[in-house]
């Protein structure tokens, strides 16, 4: 039974278009659901997708705005795997980050996925699993890192 008070478009977890920041909490349990689970030591994380207008308020074209996330390194902590941060050894002081958190990451890290039907396409239509390690740090908000 759908949550009617969530949303069942991930586009639509963006609190502005102007903005776009990112509020999965907006996102209705199927959405989130359907998505990959990552395996082992991965994460799965949501990439930040950046401004449809330049600061100049000129409108970009897709394929600069395709290209800004694949380029990002900014994104948000969906899910992580069973095994993710789990070796003591590799992790004396514990994770590197938590689900709901912002995340930054090697430019190109990770294994991209484009999302198919529209229940899923929201965010950004892409999503990327990284291994546990390829997380570099925490940040508060996306745009103190975005440098489009």
Sequence with gaps: ??????????????VAE?????????ASKEIID??????????LIAP??????SKGGILLNQKTLEEDVIQTNVGYVLRMG?????DK?????????????????ARYA???????????????SEVRILNDDEILGTILDPDDIYNG
């Design 110 to 124: 990770g294994s991209r996925f484009r999302l198919n039907d529209e229940k899923r396409a929201a965010f950004g």
């Design 34 to 43: 359907r998505l990959p689970q990552p395996t082992g030591w991965r994460v």
């Design 82 to 86: 069973p095994l993710a941060y789990a």
């Design 48 to 53: 930040f997708n950046p401004p449809k207008k």
């Design 1 to 14: 039974m759908p949550d009617t008070n969530k949303a069942e478009d991930l586009s639509e977890c963006y």
């Design 18 to 26: 102007d903005d776009r920041v990112l509020d999965p909490t907006l």
């Design 89 to 105: 050894e590799r992790y004396p002081t514990g994770p590197w980050c938590e689900e709901k958190q912002w995340v930054i990451f």
